[in-house]
């Protein structure tokens, strides 16, 4: 099992910026990916950026050159920095961990981008 909390969501306004972490505890084992995802209301679970533990990332062309994913694998966390949002940013975001075929999510965290 591996256990997912995430925190830093907020409101902010357009053009700001806010920072979302996910603490991962468990059996997070060392070969994974980790991601977070977002979904706004009515709209499918979308895949917002992910990085694996090799530290290769990947990122939504809605999102490419704002938002950047990282991790620190000594605290077993990663981070979102989003940069220069936009209102169509609001949504729920998830941290999720893929391993083995298996996959766990949190339980999400609201960011709403309005003035």
């Known amino acids: 099992q591996v256990q997912l909390v995430e925190s830093g969501g907020g409101l902010v306004q357009p053009g700001g910026s806010l920072r979302l972490s996910c603490a991962a505890s468990g059996s997070i084992g060392s070969i994974y990916a980790m991601g977070w995802y977002r979904q706004a209301p009515g709209k499918q679970r979308e895949l917002v950026a992910a990085i694996t533990s090799g530290g290769i990332t990947n990122y939504a062309d809605s999102v490419r050159g704002r938002f950047t994913i990282s991790s620190d694998n000594v605290k077993n966390t990663v981070y979102l920095q989003m940069n220069s949002l936009k209102p169509e940013d609001t949504a729920i975001y998830y941290c999720?961990?893929?391993?083995?075929?298996?996959?766990?999510w949190g339980q999400g965290t609201q960011v709403t981008v309005s003035s």
């Open positions: 999720n961990h893929k391993r083995l075929g298996l996959n766990y």
